[in-house]
Nanobody, 118 residues
Framework: QVQLVESGGGLVQAGGSLRLSCAAS????????MGWFRHAPGKERERIAV????????NYADSVKGRFSISRDNVKNMVYLQMSSLEPDDTAVYYC???????????WGQGTQVTVSS
């Protein structure tokens, strides 16, 4: 498995932007699909963005499409989530995950809190 550490969360006003980062350990990072999930109080965990091992394939939840962008750097063992036009409903703990495919995630980070004020 790969170890994941998220960073970049914080408090931002509605309409603002944040970039989340996820640092991965392990020499096989480039073989993993990566994803960003979020979990808000009272709601189910939501898969919001995934990217395949090469970065050639990405997929987004409808709730963030056009506002969020996932990317990865296989040299630096990093995956990013650029978030723009943030809304109060984006408030959640955001998790980075790794897996064998874009629908299979079995390694998780500890999460980073994103709070969007109105």
């Amino acid at each position: 498995q790969v170890q994941l550490v998220e960073s970049g969360g914080g408090l931002v006003q509605a309409g603002g932007s944040l970039r989340l980062s996820c640092a991965a350990s392990g020499r096989t990072f480039s073989s993993y699909a990566m994803g960003w999930f979020r979990h808000a109080p009272g709601k189910e965990r939501e898969r919001i963005a995934v990217i395949n091992w090469s970065g050639a394939y990405t997929n987004y939840a409808d709730s963030v499409k056009g506002r969020f962008s996932i990317s990865r750097d296989n040299v630096k063992n990093m995956v990013y989530l650029q978030m723009s036009s943030l809304e109060p409903d984006d408030t959640a703990v955001y998790y980075c995950a790794a897996g064998a495919g874009t629908t299979q995630f079995d390694s998780w980070g500890q999460g980073t809190q994103v709070t969007v004020s109105s």
